[in-house]
């Protein structure tokens, strides 16, 4: 009996409490100080610089500036389409066991990527020093008549972009398993249904967040058809500015309208590309509304804890 006594447990003591000091970042707070210190210092200048903050809001929503805006966003537009549909073309091409059509495509990349947007814009400008009439057998007319700033911007904006697009859609058809297209003819489907049912699906995933990204390069280097005459946004903005004297504010103003269409394009793409990650995603990003409602939610919480204390 006593030994069974002596054996029992000794009564167990509670682990004291641990107490967490958080390590310090004072480098943190060095780079956030540097960093307002130079936002600060931009500000001090620019508002001690000579420009008429004034006038901005007032040609904001000129109706000339308006219709340059309309104008960009359009043939951006426009050009991204024909960019997209050409550039799937040119990537099917690119893969094509044919030797001919796998050399034209890479011949295509090859020009339209080596030369500049403008130089290409101003050969589309300038063509009828070269072809004067342009002859189909059913349509014949001066090539200066058929050749305005608005054909010559999609022609040279679109072509350029299908450079850059065949190699975004090839990465992503690349990207998706071959055994799926074995599967598929395994089933009895063509190369082309295979391509449009199986491979595309899966491939856009892929595809959309650079040609998201292409598109709102478009939107701005739409501003290179200022060259061939395209009454867009920074022509517009120019000619303001020579009859107003207000060469700077109209620039800003210029800015305001490309910050406005990219911020809205860029919620689109956030959208779309959500949309196409349900398949390879367990939890889908946040919203941007419920990034915003959970952000205020820590603070609302991180400032009741500071209360309290």
Known sequence: MTDTLDK??????????????????????????????IVALLGVAFSNAKINYGVIPDYVFDKGIMEGAWTTLYISVLAMVLGVALGIVLAVMRLSSNPVTSTVSWFYIWFFRGTPVLVQLLLWYNISLVFPILNLGFYKNEMTQVMTPVLTALLGLGLNEAAYMSEIVRAG???????????SHALGMTQGQTLRRVILPQAM??????????????????????????????????????????VVEMYFVACVWYLFLTTIFSIGQYYIERRYARGSSRNLPPTPLQKIRANMTKMNLLSLSNWRR
Do not use: C
């Not at 058809?173 to 599967?183: C, K, L, N, R």
């Open 173 to 183: 058809i690349q990207s998706v398993d071959e055994g799926q297209t074995e599967a």
């Open 205 to 246: 995933r892929v595809i959309i967040p650079p040609t998201g990204n292409e598109f709102i390069n478009m939107l701005k280097t739409s501003a290179l058809a200022y060259a061939v005459q395209l009454p867009e946004l920074i022509k517009t903005v120019t000619d303001i500015s020579s009859a107003s004297l207000a």
């Open 8 to 37: 029992a447990p000794a009564p167990s003591v509670p682990p004291e409490q641990i107490k967490a000091i958080p390590v310090r970042h004072y480098g943190r707070w060095v780079a956030g100080a540097v960093v307002v210190a």
